[in-house]
T-cell receptor
Framework: AQSVTQLGSHVSVSEGALVLLRCNYSSSVPPYLFWYVQYPNQGLQLLLKYTSAATLVKGINGFEAEFKKSETSFHLTKPSAHMSDAAEYFCAVTYTGAGSYQLTFGKGTKLSVIP | KAGVTQTPRYLIKTRGQQVTLSCSPISGHRSVSWYQQTPGQGLQFLFEYFSETQRNKGNFPGRFSGRQFSNSRSEMNVSTLELGDSALYLC?????????????FGSGTQLSVL
C-alpha cells in the first residue's frame, strides 16, 4: 500500500524567504510523485511531477522538488516566497505499473506568506 | 482547449435524498477520476473510468456510484445522502489514465447535506 505524509499542516513564511514543504512517501514499488496546489474555491493544479527521470524536478512558478529514495522524501522548495504563493499544497503518490490512475494524497500543507 | 468542467458548482440537499454530479473532461481525454475532499479526511479517491469502464474504486460504500459515457463525460451519483457526504467533489481527467500523466482537475462541486 502507498501512503504520503506531509509534515506541518500550516507553514508561515515571510515574503522573500525560502519555502520548504515536506513530504515523505511509502511505496513498495517505484513511485510517481506529484505536488499539487489548490487556491481557495478552486480545483488542484499540478506544480511538478517525478516519474523516474531526473531526481531534481523543476515545476511552475519557481518551485522545485528533489526525489531522495534513501530518505523516501520529495520535499517542495522555492527560493523566494511571493504573496501569490499563499495556498494549500498537496503531495501525492501513485506507482508504476498501476492498472489505473489512483492518486494517494497527503493531508495538505497550508502556506501563509507574511508581507 | 476548455478545461475540466463540473456542474453544478454548488448543491444543497437534505438527508436521504440522492444527487447526481456531472463532469466533462478535456477534449480527447479518456480517463476520468473522482475524488472527495473534506477537512477531516482530505482528498480521497472515489473511482476511475476509462472508455466507459470502471477500472478502479476507492473504499466508499455502494451508495457512491458513477458512470462514463461514450463521449468520456462522467457522472457520479450518491444515493441516500448522509450528513457526512458533505464535501467538495473533484473530477479529474487525463489522456490515458497512466500514472505518469498529468491530471487536470475541475473546480469541483460543493455538496452540502442538511
Amino acid at each position: 500500500a502507498q501512503s504520503v505524509t506531509q509534515l506541518g499542516s500550516h507553514v508561515s513564511v515571510s515574503e522573500g524567504a525560502l519555502v520548504l514543504l515536506r513530504c515523505n512517501y511509502s511505496s513498495s514499488v517505484p513511485p510517481y510523485l506529484f505536488w499539487y496546489v489548490q487556491y481557495p474555491n478552486q480545483g488542484l493544479q499540478l506544480l511538478l511531477k517525478y516519474t523516474s527521470a531526473a531526481t531534481l524536478v523543476k515545476g511552475i512558478n519557481g518551485f522545485e522538488a528533489e526525489f531522495k529514495k534513501s530518505e523516501t522524501s520529495f520535499h517542495l522548495t522555492k527560493p523566494s516566497a511571493h504573496m501569490s504563493d499563499a495556498a494549500e499544497y498537496f503531495c501525492a503518490v501513485t506507482y508504476t505499473g498501476a492498472g489505473s490512475y489512483q492518486l494517494t494524497f497527503g493531508k495538505g500543507t497550508k502556506l501563509s506568506v507574511i508581507p | 482547449k476548455a478545461g475540466v468542467t463540473q456542474t453544478p458548482r454548488y448543491l444543497i440537499k437534505t438527508r436521504g435524498q440522492q444527487v447526481t454530479l456531472s463532469c466533462s473532461p478535456i477534449s480527447g481525454h479518456r480517463s476520468v477520476s473522482w475524488y472527495q475532499q473534506t477537512p477531516g479526511q482530505g482528498l480521497q479517491f472515489l473511482f476511475e473510468y476509462f472508455s466507459e469502464t470502471q477500472r478502479n474504486k476507492g473504499n466508499f460504500p455502494g451508495r457512491f456510484s458513477g458512470r462514463q459515457f461514450s463521449n468520456s463525460r462522467s457522472e457520479m451519483n450518491v444515493s441516500t445522502l448522509e450528513l457526512g457526504d458533505s464535501a467538495l467533489y473533484l473530477c479529474a481527467s487525463s489522456l490515458e489514465g497512466q500514472g505518469n500523466e498529468k491530471l487536470f482537475f475541475g473546480s469541483g462541486t460543493q455538496l452540502s447535506v442538511l
